[in-house]
């Protein structure tokens, strides 16, 4: 079975420009997170969905950042406009949360290394 | 104070060692706890959940230590291959962070032939 999907794998862009991840999740899964990871800070979750519905975005940076998921099988997260301080690996992960209950594994995808020059 | 801690390390461990890490948390309410392991330029993918009563699979243990707010990774007769960075994650719980995992920043772990 194919995991989570990311694209692109890497991006090279220059400050002030639009930028545009996606991701994929596994089939069945109900619930989609984004992610960042930098040196410095570690992997910090920047927003999550349940059932396409944004529940918790407290981790967006700033209004430069939006995600969004208009269906089950498909997630963008927009940085408009970039800064070089937006370089880092993004990943995207994807898990099955059964209502009331929360899940054990999340599953990682590739992630997108992203640098701003 | 962060709401989960680890030590960086590296840990630089000789083929055949035990090799122990540990995290810690702020919320003492947290539920769920597991191991994940990232392997250079890769993503993280789950080693291991971690139960009250600690668990074991092969050479991994994982322990919960509620009192004490923290949780640790034993890794006996260490191989090569697991040279890679370990990453705790709590889960706050449902109430406070609803499904969402909190990731500390990862403990390195470089193992020598």
């Known amino acids: 079975d194919a995991g989570v999907i990311q694209s692109p794998r890497h991006e090279v862009t220059e400050m002030g420009q639009e930028v545009t991840l996606r991701c994929k999740p596994i089939s069945g899964h109900n619930s989609l997170f984004w992610y960042r990871q930098t040196m410095m800070r570690g992997l910090e979750l920047l927003i999550y969905f349940n059932n396409n519905v944004p529940i918790d975005d407290s981790g967006m940076p700033e209004d430069r950042f939006s995600a969004k998921m208009p269906n089950a099988s498909f997630s963008t997260l927009k940085i408009q406009p970039s800064e070089p301080r937006d370089s880092a690996v993004y990943f995207c992960a994807s898990s099955f949360l059964p209502s009331g209950r929360v899940e054990d594994e999340q599953y990682f995808g590739p992630g997108t290394r992203l640098t701003v020059t | 104070r962060k709401e989960v801690e680890q030590d960086p390390g590296p840990f630089n461990v000789p083929e055949g060692a035990t090799v122990a890490f540990n995290c810690t948390y702020s919320?003492?309410?947290?539920?769920?706890f597991f191991w994940y392991r990232q392997d250079c330029r890769k993503e993280p993918k789950l080693l291991m959940s971690v139960y009250s009563s600690g668990n074991e699979d092969g050479r991994f243990t994982a322990q919960l230590n509620r009192a004490s707010q923290y949780i640790s990774l034993l890794i006996r007769d260490s191989k090569l291959s697991d040279s890679a960075t370990y990453l705790c994650?709590?889960?706050?719980?449902?109430?406070?962070?609803?499904?969402?995992?909190?990731f500390g920043t990862g403990t390195r772990l470089a193992v020598r032939p």
């Open positions: 994650a709590v889960n706050m719980g449902k109430k406070s962070s609803g499904d969402k995992l909190t």
């Open positions: 919320n003492s309410a947290s539920q769920s």
